[in-house]
């Protein structure tokens, strides 16, 4: 079985994983699950359950992505224990903050002037 090189851009930095080098390199077990050298994972920060993904290139080689979750996936990490809101009070809610962030800026915007002879 021969050993496929592929690469891994992590952090920015790109290693060439061939099973040749002497500093860090892994192999496959029959299941074909690569245990990444403890060196490496430190510097990556990878802890136990953290995904990463491999993506392949137009030169055939292979480059790690940052695996991130769908939105969906923050669904019910907030709990809301008032009642429920319509959309029409979230927009009055909006428009009454900005009214009131924009005559705070003419406020500002007045005194400064004052300020200068304006």
Request: aromatic share 6%; with cysteine.
């Amino acid at each position: 079985m021969g050993r496929l090189p592929f690469l891994l851009e992590l952090l920015g930095v790109m290693i060439k994983v061939t099973g040749d080098l002497t500093m860090s390199s892994a192999s496959a077990n029959p299941k074909g699950r690569i245990k990444i050298p403890a060196e490496a994972r430190k510097k990556l920060d990878l802890n136990s359950g953290d995904r990463v993904g491999f993506i392949e290139n137009e030169n055939g080689e292979f480059v790690h992505r940052p695996k991130t979750g769908s939105i969906m996936n923050l669904k019910g990490i907030v709990k809301w224990t008032g009642k429920p809101v319509t959309v029409e009070e979230m927009d009055k809610a909006i428009s009454e903050h900005i009214q009131e962030d924009w005559a705070r800026f003419e406020r500002q915007r007045g005194e400064l002037l004052n300020r200068c002879g304006y």
